[in-house]
């Protein structure tokens, strides 16, 4: 069998058949490096041509939002509700989910048209603006801590004191939306009042690709804050991503293993719907894996992340198989690979994971926990429908002081979407400012733990652990 780009992985989706690891490896190489090599042959009109021809699409994905929103509220009200299961009668979610479909079909190298604005700016006009009571008397929020980081909560007074770094999804090329920090200064405030006092956040202010600055530009970003903050003597550092944030702070592990230098490995991962599988294999669009099973449900869809235009601009021209940057692209997969970085391997390192049933990366994660968490869900337990029998230990994880094994915190939120906590838990923000303007706190136990399961729990593992 041979394996080719886009139109014949489409071909491969039904087929249920086994690839060699030759196989695996041609295949992924093709999806790198289709672009770099067909791009030698193109004439500079073409080129333009091609840029303009992707310019408008991006334009039209953008003019399309209206009417598609319209859609969604008619059939909202005609039929009772949507086919996005969790959100199905929740209006407000349903848009979020389409526009959040829609947006991630947009052209890379145009996607500033969806949030035209820095991130310096989202967090010292926009949030302000929408949810001024977060971000009021927070200690040292929006000042510069260095050219690729901006503090959003400067706390802590000693340097043992917890400093989380937090890098922020949307597939490299997608710029922070609000909700992200929205959801992140929530549970900032749902912290124990002693937690919270020395506890800071940092956000990782990285480079975009769309303006010509492939992965590794971002990971050398997040290595320049991460040693500046080494070098002060800071010995708490915390590692915080969602989506392709949780990709850049797991590959950065992975970086810190290859330095030949002294290095401080973070204390802790904070992992939401994590990124850890460049492009799927045409034997994983199969029925009954994540990527079919849950494309009408969740946010993000298959052929994003099999056509080969997509893949070069963000990864240029990295070995697709590094553990640094393809993550679980390397074959064969073995726990080795991941047993000798503290971090997964040591009972004073903490990992936080957690993500969605109904969310495309699923299966990938689950794959990813099994080799670097020693978790013994992937390929045991069969979900999509199983909240419905399923025990609870099927959903949540816990394990701790066990020798040779970091402590884990893994949770499956039971018909949840890709990065749902930051995304679509953000109206708890409404109740926090509340009882801020009150000049009063509140606690995780206050809030809907089912409504806000992707806060309540980080905040609850914030809690035991900081």
């Not at 992924?28 to 067909?38: D, M």
């Not at 043992?160 to 710029?175: C, K, N, R, T």
């Not at 590692?239 to 990709?247: P, T």
């Not at 991962?269 to 669009?285: G, R």
Request: proline letters at 5%; charged letters at 20%; a positive charge.
């Amino acid at each position: 069998m041979s394996y080719v780009c886009r139109k014949s992985s489409r071909a491969l989706v039904h087929r249920g058949c086994k690839m060699s690891q030759c196989g695996v490896q041609g295949y992924i190489k093709r999806q790198w490096s289709f672009k770099t090599t067909s791009h030698d042959m193109l004439v500079p009109s073409c080129d333009t041509i091609r840029h303009y021809q992707q310019f408008l699409r991006s334009l039209l994905v953008l003019a399309k939002m209206p009417l598609d929103i319209f859609i969604v509220v008619l059939r909202f009200y005609i039929f009772g509700g949507i086919h996005y299961r969790k959100y199905s009668k929740s209006l407000l979610n349903c848009i979020k989910l389409t526009i959040f479909r829609a947006s991630l079909t947009i052209d890379i190298k145009h996607a500033y048209l969806l949030a035209p604005y820095s991130n310096s700016f989202l967090l010292r006009r926009i949030l302000p603006f929408v949810g001024k009571d977060l971000v009021k008397n927070v200690p040292g929020y929006g000042s510069r801590y260095d050219k690729n980081s901006i503090w959003m909560a400067k706390s802590g007074t000693s340097k043992a004191d917890p400093v989380i770094i937090y890098s922020h999804g949307g597939g490299y090329f997608i710029q922070t939306q609000v909700t992200q920090v929205r959801s992140l200064m929530s549970v900032y405030h749902l912290l124990e009042p002693k937690k919270k006092s020395k506890t800071s956040i940092l956000f990782l202010d990285y480079t975009l690709v769309g303006r010509g600055k492939p992965f590794p530009t971002q990971l050398m970003q997040l290595h320049s804050t991460y040693s500046n903050l080494v070098s002060e003597g800071h010995t708490n550092i915390i590692l915080m991503g969602d989506s392709a944030g949780a990709h850049l702070s797991i590959s950065y592990t992975q970086y810190l293993k290859t330095l030949q230098t002294e290095k401080i490995f973070p204390k802790k991962l904070l992992l939401i719907s994590p990124w850890v599988k460049i492009t799927p294999l045409p034997t994983e669009l199969v029925e009954g894996r994540s990527w079919l099973q849950n494309q009408h449900y969740d946010m993000i869809h298959y052929t994003r992340f099999t056509n080969s235009d997509d893949i070069p601009p963000i990864f240029g021209e990295q070995d697709p198989f590094s553990l640094v940057f393809g993550l679980m692209a390397k074959v064969p997969k073995q726990e080795s690979d991941w047993k000798d970085i503290p971090n997964y391997s040591s009972p004073d390192n903490d990992v936080f994971l957690i993500f969605g049933e109904d969310e495309s990366f699923r299966d990938d994660i689950l794959e990813f926990a099994k080799y670097a968490l020693d978790l013994p869900w992937y390929e045991k337990v069969k979900y999509g429908d199983s909240h419905k029998y399923l025990e609870r230990n099927h959903y949540e994880y816990e394990r701790r002081n066990e020798s040779g094994k970091c402590n884990l915190s893994v949770f499956v939120e039971p018909l949840g979407v890709h990065d749902s906590m930051l995304f679509f838990e953000d109206v708890v923000a409404s109740q926090i400012c509340g009882r801020l303007r009150q000049v009063k706190s509140i606690s995780v136990e206050e809030i809907d733990s089912k409504k806000y399961f992707g806060i309540s729990r980080l905040v609850r593992f914030l809690n035991e652990t900081l």
